[in-house]
């Protein structure tokens, strides 16, 4: 049997369904990802969505967690020692804002809004 010819499992098929998703998160915005696209994209079908998460709100939440762990955080990786606990706070803070702006932690703030509008 060819590489072709296999079927995605496990942790193979949930990576990529977690990518494709975020592609189209990124690409069309949380309105756009139904389960129809995101199973188009990934080449496999609506039912094995349904398997594994109960709507697309649930598939996208767990998609950006998925990102999240992928990605590094500088908040902890870069040491804050200015001297003064303060500037350290402030510093530390600003690097949160920025950090929770970009990447997958900004479809955070959709999520909650969508959440709270339902």
Not at 23 to 33: A, H, K, N, P
Not at 56 to 64: A, E, K, N, R, Y
Not at 66 to 86: C, E, F, N, V
Request: aromatic share 12%; hydrophobic share 40%; proline share 3%.
């Amino acid at each position: 049997m060819t590489q072709l010819n296999q079927r995605r499992r496990g942790n193979r098929l949930e990576n990529a369904i977690y990518d494709t998703t975020y592609t189209l998160l990124s690409q069309y915005g949380l309105d756009q990802v139904t389960f129809s696209r995101v199973a188009t994209a990934a080449a496999t079908s609506r039912s094995v969505l349904y398997r594994y998460w109960d709507s697309t709100f649930d598939l996208i939440f767990h998609t950006i967690i998925h990102q999240i762990q992928k990605t590094p955080i500088a908040l902890t990786t870069t040491p804050l020692d200015t001297g003064s606990l303060r500037t350290d706070l402030i510093l530390l803070a600003q690097r949160f804002i920025q950090q929770t702006s970009t990447g997958p932690f900004r479809y955070f703030r959709l999520l909650f809004a969508t959440a709270l509008n339902a």
